[in-house]
């Protein structure tokens, strides 16, 4: 069926034209031509060995070795930062064999780990004669009478265990002994963990093997390191002397080691890089690899791909560069493949798109050549932001913001940012225009922080009296018949009398939104389904939706209009009741044109035939398909033989089970109860543009009128200061952090309720090709 008009192709509106295409790649080349594909990043391998497991492939072991040598340069990676060192600039690439690399890797693994376990013994060595010198040290400061033919066990204890550990000592041994603790000036290293803690020097004398025996279990227990030192005070002195010059030389052995681990690791740096992303390359192209499949009669590797139509040229010349570099005697063959399967989405994204692409996706992916509702949240969903948002003062402090994050994108897109630091980077352009059009939409409310100025000109408006007393009260008179040139007039703000009409157009203003965002979602139904050949759908979904919709909404939109137009006092509320109640009953002062009436009941009539319209012919046409279709097959040729008739018994049956009349009529029914309600429930969604609007002014207002004005008010520096603060602190946090999220979040559910669900499927799968630029940092 023809379609009634066309909208010209876009490579955002639609997905780009995919083939399925067939590679079959000779052995020797194999590995070549995967690297030249994997640089130009355009075909989506499928997997054709998924009755395999990944030990049962081709290529199972090079993984393996990949895997292990990734391995191997995390360790690297992570012995670099532990060192404090970065991966300096590499110079010129020197080339190197993958099994070169992997030998390399094995014996740089093996000396750093060969180092960092020598390093750690005599750290360890390192803590255990430090303490010791301390309790040697400690111990000189006591009275040597009072170790007369009493022992002692002396050692180290943590800070936080002193406490608890004397009072055990003191249960254990009934108070027999003599316990004397000191505190060091410092943390120490602790042998046991390498971590510093803050430690205490303690001696216990006790009397007896038994209690001798009990404060050791004790000390082990709480973990307490004892050193033995010789009772003779001389010969204390002399073993003091020995341990401080062990613990010297120990210190200056650990001091060369860590300048040898250092070279080895700067030495490496240069290289470190350039290893991670061979290695990465290698592994991914050994996985593509194995979804190919090998056969071994032909010596060739047979894969299929899915591959844009415009890019075929390139892939063809890559696969060309790729033969003649390894020297090949056959060619890769490239075939265009025949396939019923539903091809993934493939959209030209850029920086700017990229973000509102990501809005729509994450609801669900186009299907393939369906139409894409990114095109239209470039522009629906920053205005209905700004809807709710609206405020200029405010919105330019979010551009502000914006474009700092514009400016410095270059830097910031290389840097490893925090989770909501990253998402407000990436989603920058989509702050830019949501920021364009809050600044647009404030200037149409005429509100900056909730001040409202005479930027286009003076008001239409004046005071009854000349002081101006009754303003808020009684109200304002006209006093010229032009209108204010652009948006509000200021003098609305402030009058009582006419807040109530701001109020109302914004809620009018938000019903006519919606409206127009709705037909708008239907309309592109209509492309849908003559795209994709479904006539069904265009008379008996596209034809009654619009005429239901507008019929009842889309005429109420038309009443908001003509009341602007003419300043009419109609109430709307009670011409859509009675239009309903009374269709034929005289509406008096509240007709907008002539002949109201008539029209009122001809709509009236569109609607409620608009109803079963959706619900009967549909499923009944189908039915009648269905039957014309099985009797066809009933006029088929001759069977030659009873199995040939069995094969034609077992279709026919398999036809008949994918058809069900009853499943057919309940979906109709569902889908037709479903948008009946929900033309109702999703206009009424709508007023959430007004109530978000409604908010965020009283907001603004309340923080300026209660905060900084009060503040103001009692004409105090302090008090003004204080009053400032709370007011930035105030505006930043809710009206710019809070609010702003808020109605991001609403904008969102609009587009993807309201709006999507009148055409949009989103039930397809994401282009994925194979390319080095997508890989993963290798932590």
């Known amino acids: 069926m023809a379609p009634f008009f066309s909208i010209p192709e876009m490579s955002l509106l639609r997905s780009e034209d995919m083939n399925l295409v067939q590679l079959i790649i000779p052995v020797e080349s194999a590995h070549g031509t995967i690297s030249y594909l994997g640089e130009l990043g355009l075909l989506q391998f499928e997997d054709l060995n998924l009755d395999k497991s990944p030990f049962q492939r081709t290529y199972a072991n090079q993984v393996k070795r990949c895997i292990e040598m990734v391995r191997k340069l995390r ?9 404090g060192l970065s991966a300096a600039r590499s110079p010129p690439e020197i080339d190197i064999d993958l099994d070169e690399l992997e030998i390399k890797l094995g014996e740089l693994e093996a000396e750093l780990r060969e180092l960092d376990g020598n390093l750690e013994k005599l750290k360890r060595t390192h803590s255990e004669l430090t303490e010791y010198l301390l309790v040697l040290s400690k111990e000189m400061q006591t009275d040597p009478s009072k170790q007369i033919k009493l022992g002692f066990i002396a050692g180290l204890i943590a800070k936080t265990k002193a406490a608890s550990f004397e009072r055990i000592l003191f249960r254990a041994t009934r108070g027999n002994l003599f316990y004397k603790q000191l505190p060091l000036d410092e943390p120490v290293t602790d042998p046991a963990t390498g971590v510093k803690v803050e430690k205490l020097v303690f001696v216990c004398f006790y009397s007896g093997e038994r209690a001798r025996t009990k404060i050791t279990k004790i000390c082990e227990a709480f973990g307490a390191n004892r050193y033995s030192f010789p009772e003779e005070h001389g010969k204390r002195w002399q073993l003091k002397t020995e341990v401080a010059s062990r613990v010297t030389e120990i210190q200056s052995t650990i001091d060369a080691s860590i300048l040898e681990r250092d070279t080895v690791l700067s030495a490496v740096s240069y290289q470190l890089e350039q290893w991670t992303t061979l290695v990465q390359k290698e592994k991914a192209i050994y996985h593509t690899l194995n979804m190919l499949s090998f056969d071994v009669t032909k010596k060739c590797l047979v894969g299929e791909a899915w591959c844009p139509v415009a890019a075929k040229v390139k892939v063809q010349d890559a696969l060309r560069r790729a033969a003649s570099d390894s020297n090949s005697q056959v060619s890769t063959i490239f075939q265009v493949l025949h396939s019923e399967e539903l091809p993934p989405t493939y959209f030209k994204v850029n920086k700017f798109t990229e973000a509102f692409q990501q809005i729509v996706d994450a609801y669900g ?172 759908d265009v008379w008996f979904q596209f034809v009654p939706q619009i005429l239901f919709l507008g019929s009842l909404f889309g005429y109420l939109s038309v009443l908001i209009i003509l009341k602007w137009v003419t300043g009419s006092q109609a109430d709307l509320y009670h011409v ?45 046409i189908l039915r009648k398909q269905h039957l014309e279709k099985l009797q066809g097959r009933g006029y088929g040729v001759l069977r030659s033989s009873d199995a040939d008739a069995l094969d034609i018994d077992l279709d026919h049956e398999h036809e008949h089970e994918e058809f069900e009349f009853s499943e057919a009529f309940v979906h109709q029914m569902i889908h037709t109860i479903e948008f009946v309600l929900g033309a109702v429930s999703n206009t009424a969604s709508y007023l959430r543009l007004w109530a978000l609007s409604l908010a965020h002014a009283e907001l603004s207002a309340v923080f300026y009128e209660r905060v900084l004005l009060l503040s103001w008010s009692y004409h105090n520096p302090i008090i003004l200061l204080v009053g400032f603060i709370v007011f930035l602190f105030a505006t930043i946090g809710v009206l710019l952090v809070m609010e702003t999220l808020s109605a991001f979040l609403h904008a969102l559910r609009l587009h993807w309720v309201e709006f999507q669900n009148k055409f949009y499927q989103g039930d397809g799968y994401q282009f994925s090709p194979f390319a080095f630029s997508s890989l993963e940092d290798i932590d």
């Open 75 to 83: 360790y690297l990676w992570e012995q670099l930062r532990k060192a």
């Open 365 to 536: 992916v186009p299907r393939y050549k369906e139409i894409n509702p990114g095109v239209f949240t470039i522009v629906t969903f920053p205005f209905l932001f700004a809807v709710m948002f609206g405020d200029w003062g405010h919105g330019i402090c979010i551009l502000l913001a914006t474009l700092w994050l514009v400016y410095n994108e270059k830097k910031f897109g290389t840097q490893k940012l925090g989770d909501i630091m990253d998402m407000t980077f990436g989603g920058r352009y989509v702050l830019l225009l949501m920021a364009i059009f809050s600044i647009y939409t404030g200037f149409i409310y005429n509100e900056f922080f909730s001040v409202p100025f005479h930027l286009f000109g003076d008001s239409a408006y004046r005071c009854r009296t000349p002081s101006c007393s009754d303003a808020t009260t009684v109200g304002l008179i006209k006093y010229r018949e032009e209108p204010y040139p652009f948006g509000v007039d200021p003098v609305w703000h402030g009058s009582r009398s006419e807040l109530p009409f701001l109020n109302s157009l914004k809620m009018k203003m938000s019903i006519i939104l919606g409206v127009i965002q709705m037909m708008l979602g239907i309309i592109l139904s209509y492309f849908n389904a003559t795209f994709f050949r479904s006539s069904l």
């Open 576 to 620: 859509m009741i009675y239009m309903f109640l009374s269709p034929t009953s005289d509406i008096g002062d509240n007709r907008l044109f002539k002949g109201q009436e008539r029209v009122q009941i001809i709509l009236l009539l569109i609607s409620f035939v608009a109803v079963p319209w959706m619900l009967l012919p549909k499923p009944l």
